[in-house]
């Protein structure tokens, strides 16, 4: 298992994020509902797989953050979700479930990020790269390409891929600010 400063390293690797989705029962639920999908816990566990599973996600995303429900879920093929997912310490009574969370293959990045950002925002020197997190504007076009029909996976996947993909350019250095 690698240890925290590997995980770190890792998650600030250039030209990756890190795709947040990790939204509570009720919000994931209210995010298909508003698409015409019927919320339910099999709908939810297949829209994050859809997300998981996009072809070359990889070039673009470090890890990605999940809620405990998904945690507690696997993909077809048994590997639980938690797989070299990211948690992050921030929600109530997660301490008493972090050990659970590292056996289904989690790994976890708690304060250390949290204090990189304090640091460079006092404007002292940080030991390593930060990075960004692809959050619900990244991952809506997914959402409604899908529909909670499975034929349209493949879509969905597209949309989140050049999503990830552009994210990840302006990301980078060579990067032109767009200005206004």
Same mark, same amino acid.
């Given at each position: ?9 890792a ?79 921030? %929600?109530? !009574?997660?301490?008493? @479930?972090?050990? *659970?969370?590292?056996?289904?293959? $989690? +790994? ?9 950002n304090?640091?460079?925002?006092a ?21 409604r ?14 949309? %989140?891929? !050049?999503?990830?993909? @552009?994210?990840? *350019?302006?990301?980078?250095?060579? $990067? +032109?600010?767009?200005?206004?």
């Amino acid at each position: 298992m690698l240890g925290r400063h590997e995980i770190a390293t890792a998650l600030v690797a250039p030209g990756k994020g890190i795709l947040a989705a990790d939204e509570s029962i009720a919000t994931m639920s209210k995010r298909l509902e508003a698409v015409g999908v019927r919320p339910g816990a099999d709908m939810r566990r297949d829209y994050r797989e859809l997300l998981l599973t996009t072809p070359g996600l990889a070039h673009w995303v470090a890890g990605m953050i999940f809620s405990g429900e998904t945690l507690g879920q696997e993909l077809p093929d048994g590997t639980p979700f938690g797989h070299g997912g990211l948690v992050t310490e921030r %929600l109530d !009574g997660l301490r008493s @479930r972090l050990g *659970a969370y590292r056996e289904r293959g $989690a +790994t976890f990045a708690c304060a250390n990020l949290a204090a990189i950002n304090a640091q460079a925002a006092a404007g002292e020197p940080v030991p390593w790269r930060l990075t960004f997190s692809f959050g619900r504007a990244l991952v809506e076009d997914a959402l409604r390409a899908w529909r909670g029909i499975p034929a349209q996976v493949a879509a969905a996947q597209a949309e %989140l891929a !050049g999503n990830c993909q @552009r994210a990840s *350019a302006a990301s980078s250095p060579a $990067a +032109t600010p767009v200005r206004t």
